[in-house]
């Protein structure tokens, strides 16, 4: 069992029709048929959506996904076209509101690999493979891959684990060159990423990207290389074969599942809230990476 710890309940805006509670964002459509979507300051981990929020995190992952949006357009287009709030929509909306085209969403997570950890390194301890793409034996926890991965997951309704499966699955499902197009999007923008990222002392280890078919092709959507959606390393903490300090969730994850939360993972139980000091070391490590990549500090409201 997982979702919502506490189901928020959405806030009603003249003009704007409520679509979906998503894990971070909620979602609206206004009378053009635009996509309103609105960054919380939630915070989700282990397929659940925690009861304690992170102040000014939506703002950030709004700030961050702008700044990278910029920094990618040349290699695809996004479905932006304004940060401005509706009329008539609350004053804490600004700076974490994005009016976007509305797409026909690929329901495919575009995850890429360029370090081995997580679920990847318990699907290569246990076969030798990530998403069917064999990789050398010896890795161990943080490696290096010799070259990026595409390791696609379908995805699933909040609560839910994604699956990951292997291309050959997403070109059944969706066709090869649909799949052949993901694939290489995926590859592409991440490795822009790094190398940006890694002028900036910060390794990004991996990241997971969603798409969706506009008019003119297929536009990069949600967010994209946000401590939500990345794990981000410090370059100079890096030391493969044990767990990497990072610049994400992991803190959160660490707790949850540490003897302190008293929160067994395995159970139906939800877990408990976050104490004020894992609050305040998550906050402070989004702002840290978003500063380093971004030169600027955030605007956390």
């Not at 929509?89 to 329901?107: F, H, I, Q």
């Not at 995850?111 to 246990?126: C, P």
């Not at 060159?177 to 890694?198: F, K, N, P, Q």
């Amino acid at each position: 069992m997982s979702g919502f710890v506490e189901k928020p309940v959405p806030v009603e805006v003249p003009g704007l029709i409520h679509l979906h509670t998503g894990k971070v964002r909620e979602l609206y459509a206004n009378a053009s048929g635009e996509l309103v979507m609105v960054a919380t300051d939630r915070v989700s981990a282990y397929d659940w959506v925690l009861p304690t929020e992170i102040p000014g995190k939506g703002r950030l992952l709004t700030q961050l996904s702008l700044w990278w949006f910029e920094r990618l357009s040349d290699l695809v287009d996004n479905h932006v076209v304004s940060d401005t709030p509706p009329s008539g929509a609350p004053a804490d909306w600004a700076g974490r509101t994005l009016v976007c085209r509305t797409l026909d969403m690929v329901p495919v997570e575009c995850v890429a690999r360029g370090y081995l950890t997580g679920s990847g390194l318990s699907e290569y301890r246990a076969g030798g493979a990530v998403c069917g793409v064999s990789l050398p034996e010896g890795l161990v926890d943080g490696s290096r891959l010799d070259e990026p991965i595409f390791t696609p997951a379908i995805k699933a309704e909040v609560g839910e684990h994604d699956e990951n499966v292997s291309f050959a699955t997403v070109a059944q499902l969706h066709g090869e060159e649909l799949a052949t197009r993901l694939r290489d999007l995926t590859l592409s923008i991440y490795t822009r990423g790094r190398e940006i990222a890694e002028q900036r002392g910060i390794l990004l280890a991996d990241t997971k990207f969603e798409f969706g078919h506009g008019p003119d092709g297929l536009l990069l959507a949600d967010e994209v290389f946000t401590p939500d959606s990345s794990r981000f390393w410090p370059r100079d903490g890096w030391a493969p074969g044990r767990s990497q300090p990072s610049f994400d969730k992991q803190y959160i994850r660490d707790w949850l599942t540490s003897a302190e939360s008293g929160w067994d993972r395995a159970s139906d139980a939800p877990p408990p809230p976050l104490p004020a000091d894992v609050v305040e070391y998550t906050r402070g490590t989004y702002a840290e990476v978003f500063e380093r990549l971004t030169g600027t500090a955030p605007d956390l409201g």
